[in-house]
RNA sequence: GGAGAGUUGGCAGAGUGGUUGAAUGCGGCGGUCUUGAAAACCGUUAAGGAUGCAAGUCCUUCCGGGGUUCGAAUCCCUGACUCUCCGCCA
């Protein structure tokens, strides 16, 4: 959410933001309805204070014997107008809100302006030692060398849910468990990181305080009966573990790294990109979630991004670093790196990872403060998160870098002690 | 699922219609005292909004929403959450 005084004072810098992000620009209306408001809050505001001050002198008069039935009537007809005006007000409160919660955060000045995907730009690639994109030999994608292995099934999982809800089996299972314990393990021991295990489903609360709605309601899997929803990312119950309270500064940065299941909807992506586990309706994912003081939270994007990169050159999978450009920005970040990893049979980057700042975006809509150390004044925290990273596209990296010509998966030496074995056959 | 109790400031905890934004205690901050510290004592201590260059003035807020009233933390309705007991269950 913005501020509505700084839309108020910088209406041409919100409409720029607004158009690199192609969102829908209501700035005109916004402040319109914003000095409507204040009208409106100005006129009622005379009358209450008019109000308070006879209702005090009715009771002195009350208590000393007198007859107040005068100034009773007269506060009555008051007491009307301001119900009316009361009303107003509330109308167009609700009309201006309507209107706020669909502005998208602005992109940092450091963001290339951009239109989509396409205008993303490449920061930095890592590629393991010894490492070639050239394949002599023919490369069994993910879907191939998870039926010949048996580790994972796309079909039953279809069977026992839909398309998109894979199974894992036997070292495949293992496997996975195996790459989330080894990233808590890294993120806790290396990187400072508190784990947390947060519920699964979220009220709308906390699905407005990370800025997943109004605007994605449609990709997100719905409890009607209780109104809860399947949260999405680890990103949401996290961040709001701290919705609605006052922080001290000394306790910042807060660091969290949590795993869990993650689902998706989709809704209106079917398509070849859909194949095995490129998208897919639940996948596991170990979230980093920062909250840090406004003047640190750019470092703190460089350092999260570091920290999800670590996970990557400790299990040698080649990957490539994206700053997005404006308008591949989600909805409520400011500024964003994409982590993708190599798939050989694809012939192609896999977005793993998505390092994002949103300042104090969820900030202010989830109502997380911290009271300065310096004046006792209260300010908005800034949010940051992380993947770190989501085990599907990243399994797709290992299974099919790390296969033998015979068609087998040698485990990343980093993940055999999870493991306990070293090839997979 | 059934029955009951509760939700007040950073925390604990008073307050059942009229200077109650809210007693008291703790905590925090400032000061006195002290070589220094502790103790003791004194003072101070909310957030959001409107307006204003500012000082200030005003409005709102006692879990959320609605209502009664000239006036509500206080009365009524409703929702959420917490606790206790019973039932069910991993």
């Given at each position: 959410?913005?501020?509505?005084?700084?839309?108020?004072?910088?209406?041409e810098l919100v409409k720029k933001g607004i158009k690199n992000k192609n969102e829908k620009d209501?700035?005109?209306?916004?402040?319109?309805?914003?000095?409507?408001?204040?009208?409106?809050?100005?006129?009622?505001?005379?009358?209450?204070?008019?109000?308070?001050?006879?209702?005090?002198?009715?009771?002195?008069?009350?208590?000393?014997?007198?007859?107040?039935?005068?100034?009773?009537?007269?506060?009555?007809?008051?007491?009307?107008?301001?119900?009316?005006?009361?009303?107003?007000?509330?109308?167009?409160?609700?009309?201006?809100?309507?209107?706020?919660?669909?502005i998208p955060n602005l992109p940092n000045e450091t963001v290339p302006i951009g239109k989509s995907a396409d205008d993303n730009v490449e920061v930095r690639q890592w590629?393991?030692?010894?490492?070639?994109?050239?394949?002599?030999?023919?490369?069994?994608?993910?879907?191939?060398?998870?039926?010949?292995?048996?580790?994972?099934?796309?079909?039953?999982?279809?069977?026992?849910?839909?398309?998109?809800?894979?199974?894992?089996?036997?070292?495949?299972?293992?496997?996975?468990?195996?790459?989330?314990?080894?990233?808590?393990?890294?993120?806790?021991?290396?990187?400072?990181?508190?784990?947390?295990?947060?519920?699964?489903?979220?009220?709308?609360?906390?699905?407005?305080?990370?800025g997943?709605?109004?605007k994605l309601?449609?990709d997100?899997?719905?409890?009607?009966?209780?109104?809860?929803?399947?949260?999405?990312?680890?990103?949401?119950?996290?961040?709001?573990?701290?919705?609605?309270?006052?922080?001290?500064?000394?306790?910042?940065?807060?660091?969290?790294?949590?795993?869990?299941?993650?689902?998706?909807?989709e809704?209106g992506s079917?398509g070849k990109e859909?194949?095995?586990?490129l998208r897919?309706?639940?996948?596991?994912?170990?979230?980093?979630?920062?909250?840090?003081?406004?003047?640190?939270?750019y470092?703190?994007l460089e350092?999260i991004t570091?920290?999800a990169e670590?996970?990557?050159?400790?299990?040698?999978?080649p990957y490539r670093i994206l700053m997005l450009c404006s308008g591949d920005l989600s909805f409520a970040a400011a500024k964003c790196y994409d982590i993708e990893t190599w798939s050989?049979?694809e012939n192609k980057w896999l977005e793993a990872s998505s390092c994002s700042n949103f300042e104090?975006f969820?900030?202010?809509?989830?109502?997380?403060?911290?009271?300065?150390?310096?004046?006792?004044?209260?300010?908005?925290?800034?949010?940051l998160n992380g993947s770190?990273?989501?085990?599907?596209r990243?399994?797709?990296?290992?299974?099919?870098?790390?296969?033998?010509?015979?068609?087998?998966?040698?485990?990343?030496?980093?993940?055999?002690?999870?493991?306990?074995?070293?090839?997979?056959?």
């Open positions: 959410m913005l501020d509505i005084k700084f839309i108020r004072e910088n209406p209501t700035v005109d209306q916004i402040i319109e309805l914003d000095e409507k408001r204040r009208s409106f809050i100005a006129q009622v505001e005379e009358l209450k204070a008019q109000r308070n001050s006879a209702s005090q002198q009715i009771g002195q008069i009350k208590k000393s014997g007198g007859d107040a039935s005068a100034q009773i009537a007269e506060m009555k007809r008051v007491g009307d107008m301001i119900a009316d005006l009361d009303k107003n007000l509330s109308g167009v409160e609700e009309q201006l809100h309507n209107l706020l919660i669909w590629l393991p030692e010894g490492f070639t994109f050239e394949n002599e030999e023919k490369v069994l994608d993910h879907t191939e060398l998870g039926k010949k292995l048996k580790i994972l099934d796309f079909e039953r999982g279809a069977k026992i849910t839909g398309s998109g809800f894979p199974v894992y089996m036997g070292k495949g299972a293992q496997l996975e468990r195996a790459l989330i314990n080894f990233m808590l393990d890294y993120h806790i021991k290396d990187h400072g990181y508190t784990e947390v295990i947060p519920p699964l489903l979220v009220n709308r609360e906390s699905m407005f305080g990370t997943q709605l109004p309601e449609e997100m899997y719905l409890a009607e009966k209780d109104d809860l929803f399947t949260i999405p990312t680890a990103e949401v119950p996290i961040t709001n573990l701290h919705r609605n309270e006052i922080l001290e500064e000394n306790q910042l940065p807060i660091n969290y790294v949590g795993y869990t299941a993650c689902f998706r909807r809704a079917y859909s194949k095995g586990f897919v309706h639940q996948f596991n994912k170990v979230e980093m979630v920062k909250l840090v003081k406004p003047e640190t939270s470092d703190e350092s570091n920290d670590d996970i990557l050159k400790a299990l040698k999978i050989p049979a104090n969820q900030a202010r809509r989830a109502n997380i403060r911290y009271r300065k150390t310096e004046n006792k004044k209260l300010d908005f925290v800034h949010t770190g990273l989501a085990t599907s990243l399994m797709v990296s290992i299974l099919e870098n790390y296969q033998t010509p015979e068609g087998k998966v040698i485990v990343p030496e980093v993940l055999q002690k999870y493991t306990g074995f070293k090839i997979i056959d």
